[in-house]
């Protein structure tokens, strides 16, 4: 393991938040993981931190929203991101409900997702969760917040659309993330508001920001590892760059491999076993 790739912990992430009035120079960076083999490639690059989120309820199970990742689901997912990548931070979402139905069930899904492997547990929204927050974090386990655009209330908001963008809701959105740094977050996510509200709420609070459609002035940035790699060119919403062409690239070595096949020029002799 070298310096680089040490794994982070939550004082990292705490250093990494500059002073009042200061720019950050050492954002944090994050990418979604949800496979070993993936995580095994991701262990040994840069990123700072892997967060198992419940995006792969879409991402690999084909669901239409996240309402459809379970305790179980995200153990298993976690379970094999931590086999693959013991030298990264590995956030795990808490999926849809298991922080609504009381403190019991909470922190049992926490203790599963925690002994799966996670290093902290990301929550959805801020609204009657505060208490929760608080125990969970009392309880030793990190706790990274998620606002803006909370996809788990996709049914409850009328679509995965940008959020803050009136005076009232962008006020409130500043407000709940103090509440969410005061109930002890160690971070938080910003999905899906405007930049200039991302800024207000990373100026306004002591905890490091990870945006995702969220501009570029917070603490960090999160994507999603498939659309970073462009494993779906039809998918390009407007805060996303494709840092690679993945579905040509394997697409087109999956049509060589065929072809080879066809024309018998694979396996070769080299290929072979005597
Ligand atoms: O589940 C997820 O992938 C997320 C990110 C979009 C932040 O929560």
């Given at each position: 393991?070298?310096?680089?790739?040490?794994?982070?912990?939550?004082?990292?992430?705490?250093?990494?938040?500059?002073?009042?009035?200061?720019?950050?120079?050492?954002?944090?960076?994050?990418?979604?993981?949800y496979?070993?083999?993936?995580?095994?490639?991701?262990?040994?690059?840069?990123?700072?931190?892997?967060?198992?989120?419940?995006?792969?309820?879409m991402?690999?199970h084909?669901?239409?929203?996240?309402?459809?990742?379970?305790?179980?689901?995200?153990?298993?997912?976690?379970?094999?991101?931590?086999?693959?990548?013991?030298?990264?931070?590995i956030?795990?979402?808490?999926?849809?409900?298991?922080?609504?139905?009381?403190?019991?069930?909470?922190?049992?899904?926490?203790?599963?997702?925690?002994?799966?492997?996670?290093?902290?547990?990301?929550?959805?929204?801020?609204?009657?969760?505060?208490?929760?927050?608080?125990?969970?974090?009392?309880?030793?386990?990190?706790?990274?917040?998620?606002?803006?655009?909370?996809?788990?209330?996709?049914?409850?908001?009328?679509?995965?659309?940008?959020?803050?963008r009136?005076?009232?809701?962008?006020?409130?959105?500043?407000?709940?993330?103090?509440?969410?740094?005061?109930?002890?977050?160690?971070?938080?996510?910003?999905?899906?508001?405007?930049?200039?509200?991302?800024?207000?709420?990373?100026?306004?609070?002591?905890i490091?920001?990870?945006?995702?459609?969220a501009?570029?002035?917070?603490?960090?940035?999160?994507?999603?590892?498939?659309?970073?790699?462009?494993?779906?060119?039809?998918?390009?919403?407007?805060?996303?760059?494709?840092?690679?062409?993945?579905f040509?690239?394997?697409?087109?070595?999956?049509?060589?491999f065929?072809?080879?096949?066809?024309?018998?020029?694979?396996?070769?002799?080299?290929?072979?076993?005597?």
């Amino acid at each position: 393991m070298t310096e680089q790739t040490k794994q982070m912990n939550v004082l990292d992430f705490a250093a990494r938040k500059p002073g009042p009035g200061q720019s950050s120079s050492d954002k944090i960076s994050m990418v979604t993981c949800y496979d070993f083999w993936s995580a095994q490639l991701l262990n040994r690059t840069q990123v700072d931190s892997l967060l198992v989120g419940d995006s792969l309820a879409m991402v690999m199970h084909g669901f239409d929203s996240t309402v459809h990742a379970d305790v179980d689901l995200m153990a298993l997912h976690i379970r094999a991101v931590a086999r693959g990548a013991p030298d990264k931070f590995i956030v795990g979402d808490m999926p849809f409900l298991s922080v609504r139905k009381g403190l019991a069930p909470a922190m049992d899904a926490v203790q599963a997702l925690m002994q799966a492997g996670a290093n902290a547990v990301k929550i959805e929204g801020e609204a009657g969760q505060l208490d929760l927050i608080a125990h969970i974090v009392e309880s030793g386990v990190p706790v990274m917040g998620h606002l803006g655009l909370t996809p788990q209330a996709v049914h409850g908001i009328g679509g995965h659309r940008v959020q803050g963008r009136e005076a009232a809701a962008a006020k409130a959105l500043v407000e709940s993330a103090r509440r969410l740094a005061e109930a002890g977050c160690f971070s938080v996510v910003l999905e899906c508001v405007p930049a200039i509200v991302a800024r207000c709420i990373t100026n306004s609070i002591s905890i490091p920001t990870i945006g995702i459609g969220a501009g570029a002035h917070t603490d960090g940035q999160v994507l999603v590892l498939q659309d970073l790699l462009g494993m779906n060119p039809d998918f390009k919403p407007k805060f996303l760059r494709h840092y690679a062409d993945g579905f040509t690239t394997i697409s087109e070595a999956v049509n060589r491999f065929h072809e080879d096949i066809k024309t018998g020029c694979f396996p070769s002799r080299q290929e072979s076993y005597a």
